[in-house]
């Protein structure tokens, strides 16, 4: 469990911390690493640690002419997608480029199809004539918040309103304010899952909270028991920590896994039984694969007739899906059993940045209100859109499938998300040759592999495992015709790893 030891949000450890500092420091030092906030030295963030930097070292000595035993890094550290080139969605960009600038509409008659300027001018009549430049309502625009309410009704069911939805700049940007409102001190806690995107194991320690472990099953599919949450629960609480909220990611990041609906149903029961705000990190929600439907928290909260008795935060996001439009910067949250005082609060924090990014905000409303049956803009719509998510499925498959050939390498399927996160054997000449070098083995050994191959991917360290296990992960969004050039350094840098330390 995490925990800080200085506090700055209980009046007097804050008078204490400065009297720490005054001993150490003198007044008007100048900024430096010593002298920072002492919470930030808890943070750690995988994805864009150490083995990226290493890989951007190698990149930019490929452009120099340099000869490596590679001639290009392929980034699988990170979900993002068009940063490996997924083709992005004709129609949002269209309408994108016509609110940005409108002195095109009359030029592109013709060129555009007609449902493209409609939705264009509709947005444009809700901002003004300079399009995405002037800053909205600080909850987001309305339109667009009305757009994401009918989104929702319309995929769990049950109405949505959209004076509870705040829009923002990604979904951490969500997570990041809910954090920042619940956590009071060092004796708040947020169980969270493990493995887990290490934004939360960030961002809590940042805020003087308590990371509270609770750990998915890998023998069941990365399955959750209601046991374990039970005891996670209890052993904070026996420890003097609160449990203030859960955070569950469906589909799973960084492992995959698509939750039966009898585990959420106890995710949400446990939440209500427990007075504990469910934290519901639902990004992935379009990337569902096998034949698996997605079901939202919210949808499961309101079948079981429990909307009344527990507190739910739902995030989504551009980023991902089939859209991937993560430099844009969009998401939203959804509150459900948040009195109006506390909504109150909620705003005046989105208050402070004025409003999130309008150009996110204009994804965030196509996304959740796209060409329908009988637009012109439709088909290609489909078509464009089924072809990523089908394309993803091939590659999610050929990667898990080459993993499990792998000696000592074995790969749940992914079944949602876009990540691969298998567990490895490392021998122990391998382990020993880690702590000679400094490094946690899986750490070792993606370093190795990167250093190889040029294959940037992350140790499982980065995102939490159970004692004694290794793992990384990789995605699979190379292009598709990449994905065996892919397999075939990993088969051949593993094979080789083995034999340079069996």
Not at 52 to 70: D, I, N, T
Not at 181 to 202: C, E, F, T, V
Request: hydrophobic share 35%.
């Amino acid at each position: 469990m995490l925990r800080s030891s200085v506090t700055q949000t209980i009046p007097g450890v804050r008078r204490l911390c400065v009297r720490m500092f005054s001993q150490t420091t003198t007044p008007g030092a100048k900024i430096s690493a010593n002298n920072l906030n002492p919470l930030l030295s808890e943070v750690n963030y995988a994805v864009r640690g150490e083995i990226v930097v290493r890989a951007g070292e190698y990149e930019k000595q490929l452009k120099q002419g340099k000869q490596l035993p590679f001639k290009s890094i392929i980034y699988c550290n990170i979900g993002n997608p068009q940063q490996l080139l997924q083709t992005p969605i004709s129609f949002h960009r269209q309408v994108l480029s016509l609110i940005e600038y409108p002195d095109l509409i009359p030029h592109v008659r013709g060129f555009y199809k007609d449902d493209v300027i409609a939705r264009a001018q509709q947005y444009l009549q809700h901002l003004n004539i300079n399009g995405t430049g002037p800053y909205c309502h600080s909850q987001g625009v309305e339109i667009i918040r009305e757009e994401v309410a009918n989104f929702i009704q319309q995929r769990d069911g049950h109405k949505a309103d959209p004076a509870n939805i705040f829009l923002t700049n990604g979904a951490s940007s969500g997570v990041d304010t809910m954090l920042r409102l619940i956590i009071r001190g060092p004796n708040d806690g947020i169980m969270i899952p493990i493995p887990q995107y290490p934004l939360y194991s960030a961002t809590i320690p940042m805020y003087n909270g308590a990371a509270i472990p609770y750990y998915l099953n890998e023998d069941q599919h990365w399955g959750l028991s209601l046991s374990e949450l039970q005891r996670s629960f209890a052993q904070a609480t026996d420890n003097g920590i609160l449990p203030r909220a859960l955070v569950v990611i469906n589909p799973g990041n960084p492992t995959g896994q698509v939750l039966s609906l009898q585990n959420m149903q106890d995710i949400v029961r446990f939440c209500s039984d427990n007075d504990v705000l469910l934290m519901a990190d639902e990004v992935y929600q379009d990337n569902v694969y096998g034949g698996n439907q997605f079901t939202s928290f919210r949808k499961v909260t309101y079948d079981l007739g429990l909307q009344d008795k527990i507190q739910l935060v739902s995030f989504h996001s551009i980023s991902k899906g089939f859209l991937g439009e993560c430099g844009k910067r969009g998401g939203y949250y959804e509150l459900v059993g948040f009195d109006q005082p506390t909504k109150d609060v909620i705003y005046k924090i989105a208050s402070i940045s004025l409003c999130s990014n309008v150009t996110g905000q204009i994804i965030v409303g196509l996304n959740s209100n796209p060409p329908k049956a009988g637009d012109p803009s439709y088909p290609e719509y489909e078509q464009q859109k089924n072809s990523i998510i089908q394309s993803l499925e091939r590659r999610s498959r050929k990667l898990v499938n080459l993993l499990n050939t792998l000696e000592g390498v074995s790969c749940n399927s992914a079944d949602g998300a876009m990540y691969a996160f298998p567990k490895i054997t490392i021998p122990p000449k391998a382990v020993e040759a880690a702590n000679r070098a400094g490094k946690v083995p899986d750490m070792f050994y993606c370093l190795e592999l990167l250093a190889n191959t040029g294959i940037c991917v992350v140790p499982g360290s980065g995102f939490g495992q159970r004692e004694g296990t290794f793992h990384f992960r990789t995605t699979f969004l190379p292009k598709e015709e990449n994905i065996d050039e892919v397999n075939q350094r990993l088969s051949a840098f593993h094979k080789s790893f083995l034999d340079q330390y069996r």
